[in-house]
């Protein structure tokens, strides 16, 4: 049965959180506002190369603090062979500072696909993608990565976003097939399957076996440009059915976190002024109406 109080925030709005006083500060007040659990990105911690102390004293002071993490986030472009080899070293090195500190769960995505190039006396054609190179160096790299992760005994829960080479239900199926390993999971984000016109509860089912992070996020539009076709707007303002989520991840026997993602950029600007804890607080507040917690 899945435990709709098992949320967590996922807290890439917070930066240059170099010290376990300013961690601490952030989680207190998640866990003030019903968070269980924080979604830490790479990007949190500042600048630098420093990444396994920097991942350590995060995982350290969230649980002093009485919070989990649930997973660590690293985002690198791996479809693209110029920039594949550096990304799947940053990665590697990730994972490994992952399981020292503890946490066995690393989020990623995959990048967008690389666009053929035109013949200058073709310029009446659009361009178009290059799916080839693409996905095998999209496969290619995360075999390499996914190598570290067996050995460190770390899942990587890859997600399907909207713009990526991996975007939606048939990507997904794709990437599967290219690789199977243990240690290759998914993190399941309904916007960006309903924004291809997947059926969110059937994608569920079916991919219920590999599913092993939830991301919680609304949307409203179509696949294309944001914010011109879609956007991502608070919890329940947007096209996700979350009764048949709630009730696709029940059938599908998910036990894990429920990471809720905050990403109506206009509204944080204009409306919440930056404030991330006032954006968390107003995001705990949907879910629970939502979730009937």
Known sequence: MLDRTKVAFNAFWWENLDSEDKVAAVCEGLSALGYRGVEWKETCFGAGNETASKLAMAARATRNAGLEVTNFVILRNIA????????????????????????????????????????????????SPDWTTSWDTTEKS????????E????????????GNLVHDYYSTLELLRRLDSPSLALTMDPSH??????????AVRQLGPKIRHVHLKDT???????????????LGEGIINWKEFFTALDESSYHGWLSIEFESFKYMAEILSGDAMEAA????????ALSGC
Request: charged fraction near 25%.
């Open 80 to 127: 693209d062979p110029e920039a594949a080899a550096k990304s799947v070293e940053d990665m590697c090195q990730f994972v490994r500072a992952a399981a020292a500190a503890g946490v066995k769960i690393v989020n990623t995505a995959s990048a967008s696909a690389l666009r053929k190039p035109l013949d200058p006396d073709d310029w009446w054609k659009a361009d």
């Open 142 to 149: 995360l075999r390499a990565v996914l190598a570290v992760a």
């Open 151 to 162: 050995a460190e005994g770390v899942t990587i829960a890859f997600e399907a976003v909207v």
């Open 193 to 202: 399957y309903a924004l291809h016109d997947n059926d969110i509860g059937w």
């Open 220 to 234: 409203v539009g179509r696949a294309g440009a944001f914010p011109r076709d879609f956007l991502f707007p608070v």
């Open 281 to 288: 607080r107003l995001s705990m507040r949907s879910y629970k």
